[in-house]
């Protein structure tokens, strides 16, 4: 294999940047993976597994499996808490890199944790004032975020742009009450429920949840937000977790309103029926949601068959948000010099090759590019690092 | 990225011919890029031609792409380094990756090429669901296909011309996002059509997939009626008129369309059962050639070296089919390389000198890298995935895997049955790829562990014996957990279930040896559910404080 001194750079640390990381090594490519937050793995990471008395092929334990090789494999230099601050490309590209913004939302006692055991460093001192206030509470081997992240100059012969994407904030549709009212919580909430506490319980008193509601589309397939996308990931993961509270509660009871059932898996079929037997659901879309007393909410929404509203009781409503164009998509075209599509994610060269670009040299994977499931993600990452390698001529 | 000791390791030469099956574009497209790797191809194709999906191209909305794919079979006919057979057909593939012997017939011709992978790339069949809705094809009862060939013609623009043209999607089955394309993509080209009305009657619009969503919004604009219901309508002598109760503005609505276009289901090609027999890899659901199986996506097969592409693993329109080509370019390289691997030698061994040859362990394989020789069975080191399977299954104990051979794996199990302060000692069986990892996750994240839990780590929770859990309780273990992944998510298919009938076998032998069956159980754990994890072990311990320490101490 003559690939000497060949060099990629892997622009973000979620799943598509990790496995195009790693099919990229394979091929003894120098990898140079760079990641704006202090953690690999994006937000899959932070999926539960749906996992009921069978595998539901959510995906997300194979996040956690290309996590693990990324890391064990030495071709591949990972760079947290870094941030492209301005690229070169002149036939080689000339990549300068800055310690990143990052800030997180929050820290508790001044500390984050990451999500996979296989981040190394675990835990990331954000606030070393409060740190310091409470030296017992900082887990061995923790890292202070000031000393991280890389600023230099790198040299490179191709980048992959594997930047993510961002999940809907739901605060932008008010009426749901999302953030006001402590029991209505997104499906990216609910995943990292799951995957922490093992129980789907209401946030506002820990107890079980009864009656719970899941709300699709939401911030996908609306014209009024000019999101003209179905995000082809929300009814999997709604109907798998809703099977998994099932699972996990016989006695929940569940409602799934929506516009149109998307497919989860490759034996949809019979998933949909089982779904059908365990669940209600609803075409319509509920547009309010009301605090009602012990923190349960009120929704109204049009009964189908006589066009009646109805106002209903439940303990816990679980938005579906969707997967809108990363935050960075803008600033990283403006460096990259690649076009964005009309919906703000990435443009690949067509509808066969989307991930190769119209910029030699720069090409995409996963969500960047689009909407994508896991799975997908992985895909396009493999079918990138192909149109890498093809590029470098390495064989 | 197993931690197994492998020392003994041999260099071997592999075949670096490549089979494809199948020559439609993904077979094509396969064709090309392998070549362009520089390995030979032998491309086979059942028709006289190859591309046998040229006609829906222009209905795909690749219309822009529709001259590359041209390019892409005159670029593979003119490649000497392709060779392509048609009206052939795989007779038998004996061996395994990087060895295999492929026997392909052609006319009254068998010929025989050695090849190191072997690539599946059937195309999808379609069938009209015309019967779903109570309707006959006729001139005014079109199949989508027809249709899109219709449009395709130059005939359409006057047959068409102010006509009202009915669709019916989404109402005879589930449907997918291609079905949905497919049928988008018609009501666009009828809006180009004067005076023609396109009216859709569907169940669950599938929009997931890239474009669909703003090609449903463009023709409702353009015109387009959407009727979105859950049940069919009322279809009255053969489409004359079509009816429905509209629930919202309390009336039957009712047209009548002078063409009425019938939804067409895809499904598997109906060679893949054959292909599946000859290559012994696995039929997932509906006929597709992959297991629902989350650790074989997108390209792999249950077997090494068989790779599969497109509609041969599930539903996909050209722009999947050509993700899934390129990722099958990547695993072909990385398999073939050079045509030198360098192998570990004790990943499965035989003992001669026990070995039957009962074939028990060909026939549990789920990796099919088991053949046998002259006196014994024999484990291409090339193809074991080293899960164990086998080595527990073998009635003689022929089998040991390197790592984690029974002696290691017993030594162990003794050495981790330890109390402090009588607390009970809990041994759990872990699956490396689940298990074990979830144990560390929670061992790290601080959550709840007892202190006398030891996990063992197994290479697949297939290899757990019989007799490593009675030797655990032998040994003084108060309580015992096999956990392994769910069904479904086994990376060799079904160690799983091998456990869990070991298991049930070792809980016949308890309540005959008197020792409470709630000191032993089996769970099926993911990787990320350390909490589960937790759980799971210290219910184990509550168990076993309610019991008492174990009586076999």
């Known amino acids: 294999m003559s690939t000497k001194n060949k060099k990629v750079m892997v622009v973000g640390g979620g799943i598509a940047g990790l496995t195009a990381a790693w099919e990229l090594s394979r091929f003894n490519i120098d990898v140079e993976l760079i990641e704006k937050t202090p953690f690999l793995g994006g937000y899959a990471i932070r999926y539960c597994c749906k996992a009921t008395d069978e595998c539901r092929q959510c995906g997300a334990c194979t996040v956690e499996a290309m996590l693990k090789n990324v890391v064990e494999e030495p071709k591949i230099k990972v760079h947290l808490a870094t941030e492209v601050e301005k690229i070169n490309n002149n036939g080689r590209i000339s990549v300068n890199l800055k310690k990143s913004s990052y800030q997180p939302n929050s820290a508790k006692e001044g500390i984050v944790r990451g999500y996979s055991k ?207 164009p990363g935050p960075d998509n803008s600033n990283l075209s403006d460096l990259f010099d690649v ?40 895909a396009h990452a493999g079918q990138a690092a192909s149109e890498v390698i093809k590029h470098l001529g390495v064989s | 990225m197993t931690d197994m000791k492998h020392t003994d390791m041999e260099e071997i030469n592999i075949a670096t011919d490549v089979l494809v099956l199948g020559g439609g574009l993904t077979g094509i497209k396969a064709a090309s890029e392998i070549a362009d790797s520089g390995y030979k191809v032998v491309l086979v194709e059942k028709n006289a031609e190859l591309g046998s999906q040229k006609g829906p191209v222009s209905l795909f909305g690749l219309e822009k792409e529709s ?28 061996g395994v990756t990087g060895d295999f012997n492929a026997r392909l017939s052609k006319g009254e011709e068998i010929v025989e090429h050695k090849v190191g992978a072997i690539v599946v790339a ?180 249950n077997r090494d070296g068989i790779f599969v592409a497109g509609s041969t693993r599930e539903i996909s329109g050209l722009p999947s089919a050509w993700t899934d080509v390129e990722n099958i370019a990547v695993e072909v390289r990385d398999l073939l390389g050079d045509g030198k691997k360098t192998v570990a030698k004790n990943i499965g061994v035989v003992n001669e000198d026990k070995c039957v040859i009962c074939l028990t362990c060909y026939r549990c394989c789920p990796h099919g890298a088991i053949y046998w020789g002259d006196k014994k069975a024999v484990i291409s080191p090339m193809a074991c995935q080293g899960c164990g399977i086998c080595a527990s299954e073998c009635p003689m104990d022929a089998i040991q895997i390197g790592g984690f051979n029974d002696e290691e794996i017993t030594e162990k199990v003794k050495s981790s049955v330890v109390s402090s302060n009588g607390t009970p000692r809990i041994l759990a069986f872990c699956c490396q790829n689940s298990a074990f990892e979830a144990g560390e996750m929670a061992d790290m994240f601080k959550m709840q562990l007892p202190e006398g839990l030891r996990m063992i780590k197994v290479p697949c929770a297939g290899k757990i014996d019989v007799d490593y859990i009675l030797n655990a309780f032998v040994s003084g273990a108060d309580g015992v957990v096999v956990m392994a992944c769910h069904p479904g998510n086994c990376k060799s298919e079904n160690g799983n279930t091998f456990a869990q009938w070991r298991v049930n076998d070792v809980y016949r032998m308890m309540e005959e040896a008197g020792l409470e069956k709630d000191r032993l159980c089996f769970a099926g754990i993911a990787s990320n559910m350390g909490s589960d994890f937790s759980h799971i072990v210290v219910d184990m311990e509550q168990k076993i404080n309610e019991l008492g320490l174990s009586p076999l101490k």
């Open chain 2, 122 to 301: 059937t195309d999808f069949a379609t069938a009209v669901l015309n019967e779903n809705y109570g309707l006959t094809l006729a001139d005014n009862v079109l199949a989508q296909t027809q249709m899109a060939e219709l449009l395709a013609s130059g005939a359409a623009k006057q047959k068409l011309a102010n006509k009202t043209v009915a669709f019916l999607v989404g109402l005879g089955q589930d449907g997918n996002p291609l079905v949905m394309e497919r049928v988008l993509n018609s009501v666009l080209a009828l809006q180009e059509i004067e005076g023609c009305e396109a009216y859709i009657y569907a169940g669950d619009l599938k929009v997931a997939s890239n474009g669909l969503e703003r090609m449903y919004k463009e023709s409702r604009e353009k015109g387009a009626v959407y009727f979105k219901l859950t049940e069919k309508p009322n279809i009255v002598e053969n489409g004359k008129t079509i009816s429905f109760f509209d629930t919202v503005a309390r009336r039957d609505i009712e047209i009548s369309p002078d063409v009425i276009v019938v939804e067409e289901e895809l499904r598997a090609d109906d060679l893949n059962a054959e292909i599946a027999e000859i290559l012994r890899i696995n039929v997932g659901p509906s006929g597709f050639l992959q297991n629902d199986n989350v650790h074989f996506f997108p390209v792999r097969s």
């Open chain 1, 118 to 324: 296989n981040n190394t460093p675990l835990h990331v001192m954000v606030d070393k004032k409060k740190c310091e206030e409470n030296p017992d509470a900082v887990p061995e081997g923790a890292v202070e975020l000031d000393t991280m992240g890389y600023s230099g100059k790198l040299d490179v012969d191709a980048v992959v742009l594997a930047s993510g994407f961002q999940p809907f904030d739901a605060e932008k549709k008010g009426t749901y009450g999302y953030k006001k009212f402590p029991n209505v919580i997104t499906g990216l909430d609910l995943e990292c429920l799951m995957r922490e506490q093992g129980a789907v319980v209401r946030p506002s008193d820990g107890k079980i949840a009864q009656k719970i509601a899941f709300i699709q589309c939401v911030g996908s397939r609306d014209e009024r937000l000019g999101n003209l996308w179905c995000s082809q990931v929300c009814c999997p993961y709604a109907l798998r977790m809703a099977e998994k509270s099932k699972h996990k509660n016989e006695d929940a009871e569940i409602t799934v309103f929506y516009m149109d059932i998307q497919n989860a898996s490759k034996d949809y079929a019979g998933f949909y029926e089982k779904c059908k037997t365990d669940f209600r659901f609803v075409r319509n879309i509920p547009v309010d949601i009301f605090p009602m007393e012990n923190d349960s909410l009120s929704m109204r929404y049009m009964n189908e068959e006589d066009g009646q509203c109805i106002n209903e009781e439940f303990d816990l409503v679980v938005l579906s948000v969707g997967i809108m």
């Open chain 2, 67 to 94: 001259k590359g794919l041209q390019d892409l079979e005159n670029k593979i006919t003119a490649d000497s380094n392709v060779e392509i057979l048609t009206q052939a057909s795989l007779v038998s593939a004996e």
């Open chain 1, 339 to 378: 076009g964005l599509n009309e919906d703000g994610f990435f443009a690949g060269m067509d509808k066969l090759n989307s991930t190769s670009t119209l910029k030699d040299g720069i090409f995409l994977a996963g969500t960047v590019a689009g909407p994508k499931s896991i799975a997908a993600s992985k």
